[in-house]
C-alpha cells in the first residue's frame, strides 16, 4: 500500500506550517523523518491519520484521498504511537493493549477469543507477558512505550507511524524498541530526533527544514555534514560507524 503526500499545506492557528509538501511512501520498509524543531515533522505525520487536515493539496493510500476514508478505516490502515501520551491511566497492561482492538468492534461489541489471543500473543512477542495484570500507570517510561506499541501492533494495520518514540527512553529500551521495529513486516514512518539512530535503522530519510522538503534517499547518501549544516546550521562530522558503515553524526 502506497502513501502519498499531495502538495499539502497546513495551517495552525492561522500560521502556514507546512508549504506544499509533495512526497510518497510504501516502497521502502523503514522511514525517518528528521529535521529541527518546527520544521513540521510532527505536523506532516498528523496529517497521515486525520489528526490534522491540510488546506491544499490531500494525502491519499494507494490512490484513494484519505477525505474520502471513514474514520474507523482509517484506524484499519494506520496504527499511531503519538509523541504525547497520556501514562496515567489504572487501567491493566492486557486491557491497554485489547485496546487496539476497538476498530473492528461495533457499536457494544465485546472482545472475543480472537482478540484476546492476539493480545496475549502480542505481548508475549514484546517480552511483555508479565506486566499483562500489571496496571499501566505503574510502569517505567520506556515499559509503557512497548506496552502502547504492542497496543498499535494488535491494531494489525499495514501502516505504523510513530511520532518521536525514543524521547525519554534510555539507550536499552531506544535500542530495544527500534530493534523490534525493523524485524516487523510493515510499513513504517518514524519522526526523530537522534540523526545517528535514524542513519542507523531507516531505510529512508526525508529531510525536513522550515515546512519544506529539503532532501530525500537513503541514509549512506545523504547523511552528511554539509546537510546538517544546512538544516541545522551547525557544524558536524559525519563517520561511518566502524561496524556496518551506517554513517555516524559527531557534533
Not at 495551517?11 to 510518497?24: D, F, K, P, Y
Not at 556496518?244 to 559527531?250: F, K, M, S, T, W
Amino acid at each position: 500500500m502506497e502513501l502519498g503526500v499531495h502538495e499539502i499545506k497546513v495551517a495552525l492557528e492561522g500560521t502556514e506550517i507546512l508549504h506544499g509538501i509533495n512526497l510518497s511512501l510504501g516502497e521502502k520498509r523503514l522511514t525517518g523523518i528528521i529535521g529541527p524543531n518546527g520544521s513540521g515533522k510532527s505536523t506532516l505525520i498528523k496529517t497521515f491519520y486525520k489528526a490534522l487536515s491540510p488546506f491544499h493539496g490531500y494525502i491519499s493510500y494507494d490512490n484513494e484521498r484519505l477525505e474520502d476514508i471513514s474514520q474507523r478505516r482509517c484506524a484499519r490502515i494506520t496504527a499511531v504511537l503519538p509523541q504525547h501520551k497520556d501514562g496515567s491511566t489504572d487501567l491493566k497492561v492486557i486491557n491497554v493493549v485489547m485496546m487496539g482492538r476497538y476498530p473492528y468492534k461495533g457499536f457494544m461489541e465485546s472482545m472475543g477469543h480472537d482478540d484476546e489471543e492476539l493480545t496475549k500473543k502480542t505481548l508475549d512477542n514484546l517480552g511483555l507477558q508479565r506486566f499483562a495484570q500489571r496496571k499501566f500507570f505503574s510502569l517505567s517510561g520506556g515499559e509503557k512505550q512497548l506496552v502502547l506499541l504492542a497496543r498499535a501492533l494488535v491494531q494489525d494495520t499495514p501502516w505504523l507511524l510513530l511520532d518521536e518514540p525514543t524521547n525519554h527512553l534510555d539507550i536499552q529500551h531506544q535500542l530495544r524498541l527500534l530493534n523490534i521495529l525493523k524485524e516487523l513486516d510493515k510499513k513504517i514512518v518514524v519522526v526523530f530526533h537522534d540523526l545517528s539512530l535514524a542513519s542507523k535503522y531507516c531505510d529512508e530519510l526525508f529531510v525536513m527544514k522550515d515546512g519544506l522538503l529539503v532532501a530525500q534517499g537513503d541514509p549512506m547518501d545523504i547523511m552528511t555534514s554539509e546537510l546538517i549544516h544546512k538544516v541545522y546550521n551547525i557544524e558536524a562530522l559525519v563517520i561511518p560507524h566502524p561496524i556496518g558503515g551506517r554513517p555516524v553524526v559527531l557534533l
